[in-house]
């Protein structure tokens, strides 16, 4: 069974920084485009990166700065460091990985994860 499983998130002060993790797994062909979002209370899911297979990277608007997205392909998981973190920045963070599975690769999805909740607050 295909899954993604985000880890890292927790409390942190304003001006801190946390590492988030998401390790996709199970029988999969191939890991295409993985990628950060994020849903803060009473707003509107937000994109904040995305990153290829071979390394290329998009940032949402206002992310690129204090996050930083990379990704390790023998461990299947995709990275986001995020500094300078504000008060703004409290939501639940979820990842998201386009995934080819199957023993010929033939199915193809966006899986998503459950989200790892980052509390921002003095």
């Known amino acids: 069974q295909v899954q993604v499983l985000e880890s890292g998130g927790g409390l942190v002060q304003p001006g801190g920084s946390l590492r988030l993790s998401c390790e996709a797994s199970?029988?999969?062909?191939?890991?295409?485009?993985m990628g950060w979002y994020r849903r803060a209370p009473g707003k509107e899911r937000e994109l904040i990166a995305t990153?290829?297979?071979?390394?290329?990277?998009t940032y949402g608007d206002s992310m690129k700065g204090r996050f930083t997205i990379s990704r390790d392909n023998v461990e299947k998981t995709v990275y986001l460091q995020m500094n300078s973190l504000k008060l703004d920045d409290t939501a639940l963070y979820y990842c998201?990985?386009?995934?080819?599975?199957?023993?010929?690769?033939?199915?193809?999805?966006?899986?998503w994860g459950l989200g790892t909740q980052v509390t921002v607050s003095s």
């Open positions: 199970g029988t999969i062909f191939r890991l295409n485009d």
């Open positions: 998201v990985a386009d995934i080819q599975w199957g023993s010929h690769g033939g199915s193809r999805k966006h899986f």
């Open positions: 990153i290829s297979s071979d390394g290329i990277t």
